[in-house]
């Protein structure tokens, strides 16, 4: 074999859009979600709290407001089923309402690895999402990162059920971040992203939404990235649900400049 001949035979237009580069891990988009159930929470959320989490071109809409939902998926094109929970909040990107994917948690390594390469939603895996239904009618949900810390405890008591029309899907805006290779504390890249997932709820045999609203709280277990204590609770929802999953659309493209701290440590 010459020299010539020697070197490898991949070029660049021989490579898939994620890796393996040969041999991708997950399929493009659109992923499909089926008979998806969660439990919704709106709150009001300390303003200084969302502001330091929104990136610089989303505004806040006042009064600052969370959206956290719990969800367990039974079947999805992503990882079959799995679960997960995220704390949205709620913004605006040139007058247009959206949610600030903040930080996410999940069951399923494929869908964090497509979560967080594709789109750059802030995903990290967790050990167990439980939903338990009491005697009662309740529905109760415990997030645990690992079998001794448990995130949050969530209940709802699913009382009145709502109207198809009363759903609103709202894209979801996420700060996409590749790290540098190199050790840079500046990212490589740095977007944001808005992404589109078309979610349908379920109707019933008897041709009412699977829909429903009640009382509810949360309890915060355990300090993390999303234990945004709740100053007023405006409302939980109880749905199931099919979705679509396609690709986001880049917003911006950010310019990380020289100016930026080297010495600023995560959270600081």
């Not at 040969?22 to 493009?28: C, I, N, V, W």
């Not at 949360?218 to 999303?226: L, T, W």
């Not at 979705?243 to 701290?261: F, H, M, N, Q, R």
Request: charged fraction near 25%; hydrophobic fraction near 35%; aromatic fraction near 10%.
């Amino acid at each position: 074999m010459s020299k010539a001949e020697s070197f490898g035979r991949l070029t660049p237009a021989d490579f898939f859009e994620s890796m393996p580069v040969t041999h991708p891990l997950y399929p493009r988009a659109p992923y499909y979600y089926r008979n998806s159930k969660g439990l919704t929470f709106v709150y009001h959320i300390d303003a200084e709290e969302a502001l330091s989490r929104l990136p610089m071109d989303l505004e806040l809409v006042q009064p600052a407001t969370a959206v956290l939902v719990i969800a367990e998926n039974e079947f999805s094109t992503v990882a079959g089923k799995y679960s997960e929970c995220y704390l949205n909040i709620l913004c605006r990107y040139k007058g247009e309402e959206m949610l600030y994917s903040s930080n996410l948690f999940e069951t399923a390594e494929n869908a964090q690895i497509i979560g967080r390469e594709i789109y750059g939603f802030p995903k990290k895996l967790c050990q167990k999402i439980e939903f338990t239904t009491t005697g009662t009618g309740d529905v109760c949900v415990t997030v645990d990162r690992s079998p001794d810390y448990r995130l949050l405890t969530a209940i709802m008591r699913p009382v009145d059920n709502q109207p198809l029309e009363s759903f609103k899907d709202m894209p979801l805006v996420v700060l996409k971040i590749i790290p540098d290779a190199s050790g840079s504390r500046k990212p490589s890249l740095a977007q944001l992203v808005k992404v589109c997932v078309k979610t349908s709820p379920i109707v019933s045999s008897d041709g009412r939404a699977e829909i429903f609203t009640g009382p509810g709280q949360i309890h915060f277990d355990k300090p993390s990235e999303i234990a945004v204590p709740v100053v007023k609770m405006l409302s939980c929802t109880l749905m199931r649900w099919d979705c679509v999953l396609p690709y986001g659309e880049i917003l911006k493209t950010y310019s990380i400049g020289d100016d930026a701290d080297p010495t600023r440590e995560p959270g600081a």
